[in-house]
């Protein structure tokens, strides 16, 4: 089979019906992809154990894929209940009244999953149904399991449709009991990103970070943008998670819609700064769910991703349900490649802060970076246990290969999402000079670099300490 191909900018593939089995997961490696992401909103924890078993066999069999495993919760989602004979034809200026017990809806009562909707909601409040196509406003409230609303945009409503709240603060916790029982499963899997859906303040985050440190789990949260109060929180929220998930629909629902593009390149911006991966999600490649090519608006939206500086791009029912799951990797793969040749057109550095607690090797991460271009080296070369080499020379984003080494092999599958990364397991450590002649090596037998090449080397010293970065240095490869 042939080899895979290196795109600074990743992409995360959604696991479905369509690409479950080892080998089609495998084809889509090959095709490009370097997170698997699996959906909590479906199938049961023995089909996700059983892809979590295809993937680390992936790994154990392709040298060097260290293909990340994203988990992402399913989060508080609002829905409708049953509604009769599954069609509910509404008009502008009709009345409806939600109600928190579940019944067969009718204009009369329809039943709303969130049982403190009634106590939440206010007059005046827009609620919105199936992705927005429905639109009704808040006449009243009992505050206790009824409320009444007004019709402002009519169609058809169907069962099971999901509710969307842009102008309510939802008492929900982020963490429903289902995300709980499925979070104890997690916990037990080799799972490099936990992603919680529906975060609003950094309590959401701390509040899961706990429960993974009471497991003893290296899983890194990512935090899923979805509602108004993230954005309006986005800069603490940042600080407080290890990662960014820019998800567009919900988002792009409870937001106004000309309002979305500026919001994805400000929190990519925002994300290179703190040094903390960001992913762009959602209806990336929609046509080809079914289509063998992608839109040319769509072919845009990734391109332009990529160009804002993404860490990486996801595709959900693309390659979970679609027809052709790998062809939509590869079409995303060209598409990131073309974008890439083109990304000097990006001007945004992230520069070190002096509050930062970490600013001496923020300095020379982000010089590793500066002097890389200078002398037009090969490649970056960084030693990481945390991971906060691969994190910091990365947010540069350098146009020189990011080559990181480590001992732990789970560490090594985490970065596998963080842009430009390629990853290399080492574990000697001897020597400051005889690990950089070790590593070196490795590198030219992967055909990375070359005799004559120059490399910048970071690290820290003395080395069996492992402290933080405190060194770069300019290797000639002999």
């Known amino acids: ?35 698997f992401r699996l959906n ?63 019944c ?129 929180n986005i800069d603490s929220i940042i600080k407080n998670s290890n990662g960014i998930m820019i998800a567009r629909g919900d988002l792009g629902i409870e937001m106004p819609i000309e309002q979305l593009p500026v919001i994805q390149k400000e929190i990519v911006h925002k994300c290179m700064q703190r040094a903390r991966p960001v992913i762009v999600a959602t209806q990336m490649m929609e046509s080809m769910i079914n289509s063998l090519t992608p839109s040319r608006a769509e072919a845009t939206d990734v391109a332009n991703a990529v160009l804002d500086g993404a860490d990486a791009v996801m595709l959900s029912g693309e390659t979970s349900v679609g027809k052709h799951p790998v062809k939509v990797v590869e079409a995303m793969n060209r598409i990131i490649d073309q974008a890439e040749k083109n990304y000097h057109l990006m001007t945004f550095r992230p520069v070190p802060s002096e509050k930062s607690s970490t600013f001496l090797s923020d300095v020379v991460c982000f010089n590793a970076g500066r002097t890389a271009g200078e002398i037009k080296a090969k490649a970056i070369v960084g030693m990481t246990s945390s991971g906060y080499t691969a994190f910091k020379v990365s947010s540069f984003r350098p146009k020189t290969d990011i080559c990181i080494f480590s001992d732990r092999m789970h560490m090594l599958n985490t970065l596998n999402l963080v842009w430009g990364v390629r990853c290399f397991y080492y574990d000697k450590f001897t020597t400051t000079d005889g690990t950089i002649q070790d590593v070196t090596d490795i590198l030219k037998n992967a055909g990375v670099v070359q005799h004559g090449d120059y490399v910048i080397n970071t690290g820290s010293m003395p080395l069996h300490r492992r402290l933080m970065t405190n060194m770069l240095k300019v290797t000639i490869v002999e």
């Open 40 to 102: 909590f909103s479906h199938g049961t924890h023995e089909d996700h154990q059983e892809v979590i078993k295809h993937i680390t066999r992936i790994n154990d069999q392709v040298e060097d894929a260290h293909i990340g495993i994203l988990a992402d919760l399913q989060g508080p989602k609002l829905r409708v209940g049953k509604i009769q004979d599954n069609a509910l034809e509404l008009e502008e200026g009709d009345i409806v009244h939600f109600v928190n017990k579940v």
């Open 1 to 35: 089979m042939k080899a895979r191909k290196h795109q600074n900018t990743k992409i995360v593939a959604t696991v479905g019906p369509a690409c479950k089995d080892y080998d089609k997961l495998l084809e889509l490696v090959y095709a490009g992809v370097d997170v």
């Open 104 to 232: 067969i809806g009718t204009k009369e009562a329809i039943y709303m999953s969130y049982p403190k909707f009634a106590r939440d909601v206010k007059p005046g409040e827009r609620v919105l149904l199936d992705d927005g196509k429905l639109v009704f406003e808040v006449v009243e409230t009992n505050l206790v399991d009824k409320v009444t609303l007004r019709v402002i945009f009519g169609g058809v409503l169907s069962s099971n449709k999901g509710v969307n709240l842009p102008n309510t603060k939802v008492s929900l916790p982020c963490l429903t009991k289902k995300d709980l029982i499925d979070l104890e499963f997690i916990l037990t899997q080799p799972v490099n990103w936990i992603a919680l859906s529906f975060v609003r303040s950094p309590k959401d985050l701390k509040d899961l970070q706990k429960r993974i440190e009471a497991k003893n789990h290296p899983a890194k949260i990512i935090a899923k943008i979805e509602k108004p109060e993230a954005v309006k």
